[in-house]
C-alpha cells in the first residue's frame, strides 16, 4: 500500500524523544509498504529527505513549547494549511495514519477523505481537547464546544482509532461507542535497551560511582510537575537517605524554573545534565537504577502513556510514577516498580529505601521490568499489531470492492 503518515512532530533516533512515529513508519515500510509522512520543522522552506526506507516531508512551521496560547494555534493551522496543498500533489494514496496531538491533525484528515475519499485512522497520543481543557489552557466554552465537537466528528470518520493506553481507549469508546478502538501501546525498543551492569566509565561520567541513581528524562512542562521529584529529593536528604542522588535531563519551558526551585532549597542530591537523544539516553540509563514517571495531579493525565516509561522497561530498570491509573496498576501488577503519592513525599523515601538497601530486590524488579518490556510492549509486537489492523481492514475493502454480485 502507499500510506500516508501525518504527524507534526516527528523525531528521528538521533533527534531523540518521542519516536513512535519513527519506529511506526519503519515498520511500515519493513512490511513493504511504501510511506510518505508529513511533519512540521523550524526551517523556513519545504525539505524532503528519505530517512530508512521513509519518505519525509519537512514543512517550514516553527513550534516551541515557550509560545503563547495563539502563536501555538497559528503552528497548528499553519501545518493544517501547508499539509493539505502539499498532499493533494502526491499520487495515489490509500491510506492515511494520523497521529496526534495537536487534534487539529485530524482536520487534514477529514480533508483528505472529502476531497480524495482517502480513508484513515486516527491515533490519539494525548487526550485532546480534554488535556488543555482540565489543564485551564482552554477557558472559552464556546472553544470547548468546538473542540469537542471536531473531535468527535474526527473519530466518527476514521476507520479505526488507536489508543496507547487502556485509560485512553475506554474514554474514546464512551464518546464513539461504535467505532472500533485498538490499544497500540508505546513502544519498547528491545533491541536497542537492554538490561546491563553499570559501566565504569558512565558512572565517572556522571559522577555517581557508589549512588544509588533516580533519573528523570524528557520534556520539563507544566504537565510534568517535577516539584514533586523535588520534594522527593528534600525528603530523602531530610531522612538522611544520602546515597540517593537524582539526575534530570530534560528540556521545556520549566527547566530554568525547576533548577532555581532546587538550588533555593540547597538540593545538592539533585544534578541537571545535558538533554540527549537516543544514544546518550543509553549512557544515563546505564547508571540510572530507577526512572521517575512525573505528572501534574489532573485526571486526564492519568491516560497518558510517557515514551520515557518504555525505554526503562526496555533498560531493564525500576519504575517509580507519581501519578495513578493504569501505570500504577501496569507497575505494582507486575513488581517492576511502584506509585509514590507526590503529596506525601515522605512516602517516596519509605517505597524507595528497600531498594536502595538490597540490591537484590532491586535487581528482581529490574528483571521483571525488561521481561515486561520484552512480553507486552517489544517494537516488533506492536508494529506487527498496528500493521494487521491497518491490513485487514483495507483487504476486506478491495475484496469486497471486486466481489461480483450472485
Not at 489552557?137 to 468546538?146: A, I, M, P, T
Not at 501488577?333 to 507526590?342: E, K, R, S
Request: glycine residues 4%; proline residues 4%.
Amino acid at each position: 500500500m502507499h500510506i500516508l503518515y501525518i504527524h507534526q512532530y516527528f523525531r528521528t533516533p538521533e533527534e531523540g524523544g518521542a519516536i513512535r512515529s519513527y519506529y511506526l513508519a519503519k515498520g511500515m515500510v519493513d512490511a513493504g509498504h511504501h510511506v510518505d509522512l508529513v511533519t512540521a520543522y523550524k526551517g523556513d522552506r519545504y525539505k524532503k529527505e528519505f530517512i530508512d526506507g521513509i519518505h519525509v516531508h519537512y514543512l517550514p512551521v516553527s513550534y516551541d513549547q515557550n509560545f503563547t496560547f495563539f502563536q501555538r494555534i497559528k503552528a497548528f493551522l499553519s501545518f493544517v494549511v501547508l499539509a493539505c496543498i502539499k498532499i493533494s500533489a502526491f499520487e495515489k494514496i490509500d491510506v492515511c495514519y494520523v497521529s496526534s496531538t495537536p487534534l487539529t491533525t485530524g482536520l487534514i484528515a477529514l480533508f483528505l477523505k472529502w476531497k480524495f475519499r482517502i480513508p484513515y485512522y486516527f491515533e490519539v497520543r494525548d487526550l485532546w481537547p480534554e488535556a488543555p481543557i482540565q489543564m485551564k489552557v482552554v477557558r472559552k466554552s464556546w472553544l470547548k464546544y468546538q473542540l469537542y465537537s471536531l473531535e468527535k466528528k474526527i473519530y466518527h470518520n476514521a476507520e479505526a482509532i488507536i489508543a496507547l493506553s487502556a485509560d485512553s481507549q475506554r474514554h474514546i469508546s464512551t464518546l464513539v461507542p461504535h467505532k472500533e478502538v485498538a490499544l497500540v501501546p508505546n513502544i519498547a525498543d528491545c533491541k536497542f535497551f537492554r538490561k546491563a551492569e553499570k559501566n565504569t566509565y558512565h558512572e565517572a561520567q556522571f559522577d555517581v560511582k557508589g549512588k544509588f541513581v533516580v533519573s528523570y528524562f524528557g520534556a520539563v512542562g507544566e504537565v510534568n510537575q517535577l516539584e514533586y521529584l523535588l520534594e522527593a529529593a528534600e525528603a530523602c536528604k531530610k531522612q538522611m537517605l544520602l546515597d540517593v542522588v537524582f539526575l534530570i535531563a530534560g528540556v521545556g519551558n520549566r527547566l530554568e524554573t525547576i533548577r532555581q526551585k532546587a538550588a533555593t532549597r540547597n538540593l545538592d542530591n539533585v544534578r541537571f545534565v545535558p538533554y540527549h537523544n537516543k544514544y546518550g539516553l543509553l549512557s544515563l540509563l546505564n547508571i540510572t537504577d530507577a526512572a521517575y514517571i512525573s505528572f501534574a495531579d489532573v485526571p486526564v493525565l492519568k491516560c497518558c502513556s510517557p515514551n520515557k516509561l518504555f525505554d526503562a522497561l526496555a533498560a531493564g530498570k525500576l519504575c517509580v510514577t507519581n501519578i495513578s491509573g493504569w501505570m500504577k496498576e501496569l507497575l505494582e501488577g507486575n513488581q517492576c516498580g511502584f506509585y509514590a503519592n507526590p503529596h506525601y513525599p515522605d512516602e517516596f523515601v519509605k517505597k524507595i529505601a528497600p531498594f536502595v538497601n538490597d540490591r537484590s530486590l532491586l535487581d528482581n524488579y529490574q528483571s521483571n521490568a525488561r521481561n515486561l518490556a520484552e512480553q507486552e510492549f517489544d517494537r516488533q509486537l506492536l508494529v506487527d499489531r498496528l500493521l494487521v489492523q491497518i491490513e485487514k481492514e483495507q483487504a476486506e475493502k478491495v475484496a469486497k470492492a471486486y466481489t461480483l454480485p450472485v
